[in-house]
């Protein structure tokens, strides 16, 4: 995927790679952190209607296209991924 695609095909994406997911996911790019999509990408992976636990989610690197970034000294790609659950898994409070 280009780093510039935008949620609505990363989330089609996704959802073609993991066909169960369909209409059970949502994909928002969180815009504060990062002015332009040079900079970094922040998303937020809400899954809904999901009855168990799902893994942490991370993002890796394709093999024919691996993701690059900010060259440091040595001339090497540094790429910084954070991956965090922000609400755990539990029982719906809300009626």
């Not at 060259?71 to 409070?93: F, M, P, Q």
Request: proline share 4%; hydrophobic share 40%; charged share 20%.
């Amino acid at each position: 995927m280009a780093y510039n695609l935008h949620v609505l095909w990363i989330n089609e994406e996704v959802v073609r790679a993991i066909p169960f997911l369909a209409d059970k996911i949502e994909i928002w790019h969180e815009y504060t952190k990062h002015p332009y999509y040079e900079n970094g990408r922040e998303f937020i992976v809400h899954f809904r209607d999901i009855h168990i636990n799902p893994a942490q989610c991370t993002i890796e690197s394709g093999v024919t296209t691996p993701l690059s970034g900010h060259l440091n000294a040595g001339g090497i790609s540094e790429v910084t991924y954070t991956n965090s659950i922000s609400r755990a898994y539990g029982k719906n409070l809300f009626f």
